[in-house]
Structures are given as C-alpha cells and as structure tokens.
C-alpha cells in the first residue's frame, strides 16, 4: 500500500473536518500539525490533495492555497508528476523576507551582528581546541584567499564565511548556532558596501584582524582568541553603522 495514503487512514483524530470557511491559514496550522504528528520527515510524500481535501471537508482550492503558502514558507514542494512532499529544513525563504527588512530598516541587521558577536564569542571557547590541524589549514587557505582579493581591492566575503563556519562548523552542540551563522552569511552580501569599505588599505586590516584570530587559536590562548574575534566582527558592525546612518 502506499505510504503516503497509510499515513492518511491511521490519521483520523489529526484531520478531522472544519465547520468554518475562512480556514487559510487555519488548514496551514493543521497540516503542519499533521506533518509534526505523522512523524514525517524530509522526502516522505503526503497523501494525494484530493484525499487531504476530502478528510478535512474542505475545497481543493482552500486546500492548493494553504499549500502554495506552506511551499513559499519552504515547509514542502510540489514534484513535478509526483505530488507534494516535506522539503529540508532551509534559511531560503527566511533570507528572502529578512532582506527585505533589512533593506527597510538597517538597524535590525546591526542588531543582528551585535547577536552574532554574542554568539561567536561565547562559543569559541568551547571549539578552540576541538579545531584539527585540516580545520586550520583550511582556515589559512581561506586568509590567503582573503589577502589575494583585499591586495586588489576586492570584497571577500566567500573566504570570510568560509573562514568563520571551519572555526564553528560541527565543532559546537547546537545545530541551530550553526544554522544562524547560516543565515547571517546569506544575509551579509546583501547589504551594499559604503565607498570607504573597499578601500585596499581598510579590507587589509580586516585581513590582519582575521589573521591575529588564528595565531591565537594555533596558540590554544582561548582569552585572547575570544578578544580578537570580537574585535574582528567590531568591523562588520562599524560598517553596517555607516549604512544606518
């Protein structure tokens, strides 16, 4: 028997039908509450709209709308052919709609770089010495990449993420630090660059910040590790400072 219309008959008690008509985001509650119930995870197929419609007395376009909108939310997604299915867990559509925020009010992003600093500081102490000889020499192929596109007067943001996620990166006990650093990386190339930020001599010292970070993380000096690394995110913040003005 197919899965997806097993999960669908032991389902009784989760689906049971409405009596309102204005159930939008209601049936979106509903079914998210079915997926948490059901136990599905990421790749398992629901029950087909029509059998999902008919358990929840509700219409086929109701039911296609709150689904639309579970999609955008990037909870599932439609296979071509196939039907709908739990997608992974992704920042995608977060990022989307914290761009735009952020575009209309910089200070939130400043905010979220204050958070960050917290984070990454209160954290290092715990990976320092969990870091592996390849975790620090990717580390430093990452700052010479950094160093070759500063001489040029180039941003570097790529080397930069990959320096800081080595430093963190399966290192920590909480998934959902990672996944926030995440989200900040994808959030960070968006903001435009003020004039004075690409100047070759300000993207070096950005350079050194980082390069000081990992002579003390070789050293194990976790005290001063920590302290570097706030004074290296510092500039992130000073440069979003200037856009908020």
Same mark, same amino acid.
């Given at each position: 028997?197919?899965?997806?219309?097993?999960? =669908?008959?032991?389902?009784?008690?989760? =689906?049971?039908?409405?009596?309102?008509?204005?159930?939008?985001e209601t049936?979106?509650?509903?079914?998210m509450?079915?997926?948490?119930?059901?136990?599905?995870?990421?790749?398992?197929?629901?029950?087909s709209?029509?059998a999902?419609?008919?358990?929840?007395?509700?219409?086929?376009?109701?039911?296609?709308?709150?689904?639309?909108?579970?999609?955008?939310?990037?909870?599932i997604?439609?296979?071509?052919?196939?039907?709908?299915?739990?997608?992974?867990?992704?920042f995608?559509s977060?990022?989307?709609?914290?761009?735009?925020?952020?575009?209309?009010?910089?200070?939130?992003?400043?905010?979220?770089?204050?958070?960050?600093?917290?984070?990454?500081c209160?954290?290092?102490?715990?990976?320092i010495?969990?870091?592996?000889?390849?975790?620090?020499?990717?580390?430093?192929?990452?700052?010479?990449?950094?160093?070759?596109?500063?001489?040029?007067?180039?941003?570097?943001?790529?080397?930069?993420?990959?320096?800081?996620?080595?430093?963190?990166?399966?290192?920590?006990?909480?998934?959902?630090?990672?996944?926030?650093?995440?989200?900040?990386?994808?959030?960070?190339?968006?903001?435009?660059?003020?004039?004075?930020?690409?100047?070759q001599?300000?993207?070096?010292?950005?350079?050194?910040?980082?390069?000081?970070?990992?002579e003390?993380?070789?050293?194990?000096?976790?005290?001063?590790?920590?302290?570097?690394?706030?004074?290296?995110?510092?500039?992130?913040?000073?440069?979003?400072?200037?856009?908020?003005?």
């Amino acid at each position: 028997m197919d899965r997806s219309r097993l999960i =669908l008959e032991n389902s009784e008690r989760v =689906l049971e039908p409405f009596t309102s008509t204005n159930m939008h985001e209601t049936i979106q509650t509903r079914l998210m509450q079915f997926i948490t119930d059901r136990q599905l995870a990421a790749g398992d197929k629901l029950p087909s709209q029509a059998a999902l419609a008919q358990a929840l007395g509700i219409s086929l376009v109701a039911l296609r709308e709150a689904m639309r909108a579970m999609e955008a939310l990037g909870i599932i997604e439609a296979r071509a052919g196939s039907g709908w299915y739990v997608r992974d867990f992704s920042f995608d559509s977060i990022v989307k709609g914290l761009a735009y925020t952020f575009e209309l009010n910089r200070q939130s992003f400043a905010d979220l770089l204050e958070i960050r600093i917290r984070l990454e500081c209160s954290y290092l102490p715990e990976v320092i010495h969990k870091l592996t000889a390849e975790d620090l020499e990717a580390m430093e192929q990452s700052l010479c990449e950094m160093e070759r596109l500063a001489a040029s007067g180039q941003e570097f943001d790529a080397p930069d993420r990959a320096f800081h996620m080595r430093l963190f990166s399966g290192k920590t006990q909480s998934q959902l630090f990672t996944e926030v650093l995440e989200l900040f990386w994808a959030l960070y190339p968006r903001l435009p660059v003020p004039p004075e930020r690409v100047q070759q001599e300000v993207l070096l010292a950005d350079v050194h910040r980082h390069r000081l970070i990992l002579e003390a993380v070789r050293e194990g000096n976790v005290e001063v590790a920590v302290q570097r690394l706030r004074d290296s995110v510092q500039g992130a913040v000073r440069r979003t400072s200037q856009l908020t003005r």
